[in-house]
């Protein structure tokens, strides 16, 4: 089992910037992905940003040059650099981990990031 726990939403006014952090416990496989998802119209999720163990990056085009994702695999700890932030960004942010070998897809219980105009 694989938990995550996220922390650092909360409430900015727009163009401001917030840090999120999300610690992984548990049985983490050596190669994983981990990632940002915010929620979309019809209850689907949105993809933010990934990062994997040997830092492959990808961004959402909404993200694209104002959020910065980054890890510490030491702590196994990913995170999430909002510049810029706009009211549109607002949203619950949860983590994902992913194991590369398939054997687990996770989840955190997400932190509400709110941006006022």
């Known amino acids: 089992q694989v938990y995550l726990v996220e922390s650092g939403g909360g409430l900015v006014q727009a163009g401001g910037s917030l840090r999120l952090s999300c610690a992984a416990s548990?049985?983490?496989?050596?190669?994983?992905?981990m990632g940002w998802f915010r929620q979309a119209p019809g209850n689907k999720r949105q993809f933010v940003a990934s990062?994997?163990?040997?830092?492959?990056?990808i961004y959402g085009d909404s993200v694209k040059g104002r959020f910065t994702i980054s890890r510490d695999n030491s702590k196994n700890t990913v995170y999430l650099q909002m510049n810029n932030l706009k009211p549109e960004d607002t949203n619950v942010y949860s983590c994902?981990?992913?194991?590369?070998?398939?054997?687990?897809?996770?989840w955190g219980q997400g932190t509400q990031v709110t941006v006022s105009s």
């Open positions: 994902n981990l992913r194991d590369v070998y398939g054997t687990g897809d996770y």
């Open positions: 548990g049985r983490i496989a050596g190669r994983n992905v």
């Open positions: 990062i994997t163990t040997s830092n492959n990056i």
